[in-house]
């Protein structure tokens, strides 16, 4: 056990430098690479970033190149992404990047000397930990990114009614709404962006619309894809079907709203039991306490 976690952290430590001469070594996309990248609106070249910034992203697309993947993670995992906003080719590549650079670092830090005894299992441990954080990261900024979508949802939708009743087409007022709420609701103008440039593409509108859903994986915004679609299909009035779906979507906000109103009392209870009511025992019976103490201390003396 001795000998061996000696030869464990000088694989680690040989791992880790072959990693970084790897990544660090010159190269870049070239000219008809960096052409698509501006044609298609994905970055391959990121020239416009600062020089630190291009070398540790081209370093952890190196790494990521290299890291372990399976089928069934890669297909959740872009969902994840996409749903997080990283639409671009390298997001996936520089997720893994980052994933194995932090698991190398977290065990080659748990083995080293500075921080104490050198124990396998620790660094084990902490290797594990920091792998899995990336992924927990993602789907915590996933989760957030889609309660701001959902929280622009009603107004983008009173816009939507209003723009339609004055005698836009639906891909006109799309385009105008994403562009009046771009301060307000930059996320959610976002998608609607897209949408008007897949119909600029020359996908059709249905088709762009269930993109949406995929996209942003959120329950209104799917209600909302099928009502269009149908509305579409079946010739009926955009703009009463979008009155209509306003209001059932503003009624769904209130009712969540009265829920997480009425879990606030059963959610208040473990701060109030260790947090304050300690506070107030010690502050209400603590005078008495002493007073007690004073008097009786004398007593039981002999």
């Known amino acids: 056990?001795?000998?061996?976690?000696?030869?464990?952290?000088?694989?680690?430590?040989?791992?880790?430098?072959?990693?970084?001469?790897?990544?660090?070594a010159p190269g870049g996309a070239t000219a008809i690479e960096r052409r698509l990248g501006e044609v298609s609106a994905t970055r391959t070249d990121l020239s416009d970033d600062p020089?630190?910034?291009?070398?540790?992203?081209?370093?952890?697309?190196?790494?990521?190149?290299?890291?372990?993947?399976?089928?069934k993670e890669i297909g959740k995992l872009q969902q994840r992404l996409v749903t997080a906003g990283y639409r671009g080719r390298e997001a996936m590549v520089v997720f893994f990047g980052i994933r194995l650079g932090l698991a190398?670092?977290?065990?080659?830090?748990?083995?080293?000397?500075?921080v104490g005894r050198p124990n396998l299992m620790l660094a084990l441990a902490v290797c594990g930990v920091a792998y899995v954080l990336p992924s927990m990261a993602l789907a915590r900024m996933a989760k957030r990114r889609q309660h701001r979508i959902r929280l622009g949802l009603a107004d983008a939708l009173d816009l939507l009614v209003v723009s339609v009743e004055a005698g836009l087409g639906l891909d006109q007022a799309l385009q105008r709404?994403?562009?009046?709420?771009?301060?307000?609701?930059?996320?959610?103008?976002?998608?609607?962006?897209?949408?008007?440039?897949e119909l600029r593409a020359g996908?059709?509108?249905?088709?762009?619309?269930?993109?949406?859903?995929?996209?942003?994986?959120?329950?209104?915004?799917?209600?909302?894809?099928?009502?269009?679609?149908?509305?579409?299909?079946?010739?009926?009035?955009?703009?009463?079907?979008?009155?209509?779906?306003?209001?059932?979507?503003?009624?769904?906000?209130?009712?969540?709203a009265e829920e997480a109103a009425a879990k606030t009392g059963a959610k208040m209870?473990?701060?109030?039991?260790?947090c304050i009511f300690p506070a107030i025992w010690v502050v209400t019976l603590g005078p008495a306490v002493i007073k007690f103490v004073q008097i009786l201390l004398p007593m039981a003396q002999p």
Request: charge should be positive; hydrophobic fraction near 50%.
């Open 203 to 256: 996908t059709g509108r249905a088709e762009a619309l269930h993109n949406l859903a995929r996209r942003t994986g959120l329950d209104d915004i799917a209600s909302l894809v099928t009502m269009l679609v149908q509305t579409d299909k079946f010739g009926t009035s955009v703009a009463q079907s979008l009155r209509v779906h306003s209001e059932t979507l503003r009624t769904k906000r209130r009712q969540r």
């Open 177 to 197: 709404v994403s562009e009046e709420l771009m301060f307000a609701h930059p996320d959610l103008c976002d998608e609607l962006r897209l949408i008007n440039l």
């Open 51 to 71: 020089p630190a910034d291009r070398t540790i992203i081209a370093a952890l697309k190196r790494m990521g190149a290299m890291a372990p993947r399976s089928t």
């Open 104 to 114: 190398v670092l977290g065990f080659v830090v748990a083995t080293t000397p500075l």
């Open 1 to 24: 056990m001795t000998i061996l976690l000696p030869l464990l952290g000088f694989a680690f430590i040989s791992l880790l430098i072959f990693a970084a001469a790897l990544a660090f």
């Open 269 to 274: 209870v473990f701060p109030l039991v260790i």
